[in-house]
Each structure stands twice: as C-alpha cells, then as structure tokens.
C-alpha cells in the first residue's frame, strides 16, 4: 500500500460548483499535514496546512481525520484559476521531517 | 537569495554519463530538500539535509544516487551512469525551521532541474 493515496481525477467542475479531494494515508503515526498545489509544468506551492481541529483559509478548508487516516480540501466557488493538480503531504513519522507527496488530484474548473 | 535557485534547468545526457544538479536555497534555510517527479506522479521524496547533515536518505533509489551539502548552503545531488530511467525533473526546496519549530515542513519549491537520458 502507498504511504500516500489520492485519486488521481481529473475532477472536471463548472465555474462556482463545491468540490471535495480526499487523501488517505497508510501511517498512522504521521505527525504533519499539509495541501500544495501545482500548476502544470510548474514546481509545487504551499496551499494549506492541515490541523487537527480543521482550517479554512477563504474558499478552502481542510480536514484531518486520524481514526480514518484521511485529509480533506473543500474547495467553494470554483474559479478557472483553481485548476491546477492539488497533492496531498504528509510527514510519516515523528523521527524525520520527510515529507511524502500523493501522486495528485488534478482539477479542471470550466466556464 | 529571493528564491530556491536551481541550475541547469534542463540537462540532456547520454546513458553512462555522470550529472551534477546544484540547489541554491533560501538564505538561512537550514532544510532543504531533494525530489524527483516523472510526468503525471507526484514528487518522490530523495533526501533531506538538516544543516550540513544527511537527515534521511532512505529515498535515494540505489548508490548512483548520492547528495552533498557541505557548507550547510548549496547543495549538489550526483547521479552517476545515468539510465534512461533516471529522465525526470528534479526538485530541490529549502524550509526555514529544524524540528519543532514553526516553520519545519513547509517547503518552497525551486522550479526544477529538468534531467533527460539519451
């Protein structure tokens, strides 16, 4: 099993709807969580970060669930400037601060 | 600098050869990071340095593979008798904070050494 897993999509959504990624990981130790976001042919750029009581950061809000080891990104309103490929992190263990990065969830937002 | 400054941008070889990428940090960054990502696959963890220090190299694939960073600042991963199978972009990224600290994880990104084997 991948320490990182996310459906790869691509989730095609019209401008304005609600869409939901989930990533699951396989370490139940796993210490910290975050969102990044690539553009294509671009290098990957900090989203968010995800905290155990859940955050929201505008049109986006992140989720963690430990006892289903899974994170969650809410993302409201879609603009076309929200399509991009969204990668789950997560640092696997309390002894290294090793991230390991899910294959990613493209979006595509369409007028 | 402003920036993870990584160079070359793109590297052509042959197979056989040995390649040098270089990654120039964040001023005072003490992390910093070595990723690889092949065409629709999420960036595959290599190695971290925690100063001058290899923190964790259990992602490098096999003894080709090999990073240093010596003065605790710019960083070179040495790949040696590249295979085809090497081809990829090669990611560094730097991350202000040792453990603990508020700023451990979080990476900035460089925009990639683009490594392609012949």
């Known amino acids: 099993r991948k320490e990182v897993e996310q459906d790869p999509g691509p989730f095609n959504v019209p401008e304005g709807a609600t869409v939901a990624f989930n990533c699951t990981y396989s370490?139940?130790?796993?210490?910290?969580f975050f969102w990044y976001r690539q553009d294509c042919r671009k290098e990957p750029k900090l989203l968010m970060s995800?905290?155990?009581s859940g955050n929201e950061d505008g049109r986006f809000t992140a989720q963690l669930n430990r006892a289903s080891q899974y994170i969650s990104l809410l993302i409201r309103d879609s603009k076309l400037s929200d399509s991009a490929t969204y990668l789950c992190?997560?640092?696997?263990?309390?002894?290294?601060?090793?991230?390991?990065f899910g294959t990613g969830t493209r979006l595509q937002v369409f007028p | 600098g402003a920036g993870v400054s990584q160079t070359p941008s793109n590297k052509v070889t042959e197979k056989g050869k040995y390649v040098e990428l270089r990654c120039d940090p964040i001023?005072?960054?003490?992390?910093l990071y070595w990723y690889r990502q092949s065409l629709g696959q999420g960036p595959e963890f290599l190695i971290y340095?925690?100063?001058?220090?290899?923190?964790?190299d259990s992602g490098l694939p096999n003894d080709r593979f090999f990073a240093v960073r010596p003065e605790g600042s710019v960083s070179t991963l040495k790949i040696q008798r590249t295979e085809r199978g090497d081809s990829a972009v090669y990611l560094c990224?730097?991350?202000?904070?040792?453990?603990?600290?508020?700023?451990?994880?979080?990476?900035?990104f460089g925009a990639g050494s683009r490594l392609t084997v012949l």
């Open positions: 340095f925690q100063g001058t220090g290899a923190a964790d």
């Open positions: 001023s005072g960054h003490t992390a």
């Open positions: 370490n139940s130790a796993s210490q910290s």
């Open positions: 992190v997560v640092n696997p263990s309390y002894n290294t601060d090793k991230l390991i």
């Open positions: 990224a730097s991350s202000s904070g040792g453990r603990g600290s508020s700023g451990a994880n979080v990476l900035t």
């Open positions: 995800v905290y155990s």
